[in-house]
């Protein structure tokens, strides 16, 4: 079972920053969050992850709680083509396949 | 250039018949996966492989077989097709390790009639 909770739908108008939350309270030191979409029926792609420290890349930002039990996906300037679902996923950081949840609907509107 | 394909995109068969799905990987990873979307959208692991071993095989009917002849293909053959069997199969590749992220295929949509 997934170990993260998510909600099942949000909104974001074009251009503003879409800001996806997760929680994981069960975290534990060793594992990662690690972020995921999928674009209708596509292969799901892979976005960020992070244990600690916040991350930034190209796509997005994620925001780690300092206690770890959540953190937030952002898409600085959500575009329509970034409506997808949105997967966050805790893992260790071997030995251990993804366990994708049912993730958040992300609908960007125009 | 593209890091994990798999074959064919689409397969349409009668129940009772045995077909294969393959999949490649260019990426030079050493852990192959094959997950399950059914029909609600939630995606399960199969099964995963490393260098050419099985590593995790999910509670996963044993019509469903994967084989592994190099690093950079798992194939899954499937005997035996049922209604049931209709999803659509995702590959995926990882290099195992601290931090490394799997990278999936586009996936093979199963109909079975």
């Known amino acids: 079972d997934a170990k993260t909770t998510q909600p099942p739908s949000m909104d974001c108008a074009e251009g503003r920053a879409a800001n996806l939350p997760c929680n994981h309270s069960t975290i534990s030191g060793n594992e990662y969050v690690y972020w995921y979409r999928q674009i209708h029926s596509q292969g799901p792609q892979y976005i960020i992850h992070?244990?600690?420290n916040n991350e930034t890349n190209e796509m997005a930002s994620l925001i780690i709680t300092e206690d770890r039990k959540s953190s937030t996906l952002i898409l600085p300037h959500a575009t329509l083509r970034d409506t997808a679902v949105y997967y966050c996923?805790?893992?260790?950081?071997?030995?251990?396949?993804?366990?994708f949840g049912p993730g958040t609907r992300l609908s960007v509107l125009p | 250039d593209t890091a994990v394909s798999q074959t064919p995109k689409y397969l349409v068969t009668q129940m009772g018949n045995d077909k294969s799905i393959k999949c490649e990987q260019n990426?030079?990873?050493?852990?192959m996966y094959w997950y399950k979307q059914d029909s609600k959208k939630f995606l399960k692991i199969m099964f995963s492989y490393n260098n050419k071993e099985l590593i995790i095989n999910e509670t996963v009917p044993n019509r469903f077989s994967p084989k592994s002849p190099d690093k950079a293909h798992l194939n899954l053959h499937i005997n035996s097709l049922e209604l049931g069997d209709s999803a659509v199969y995702f590959c995926a590749s990882s290099q195992e390790g601290r931090g490394w992220w799997q990278f999936f295929g586009p996936g093979t949509r199963l109909t079975v009639l």
């Open positions: 996923i805790v893992r260790v950081d071997y030995g251990q396949n993804f366990v």
């Open positions: 992070g244990l600690k």
């Open positions: 990426l030079g990873h050493d852990t």
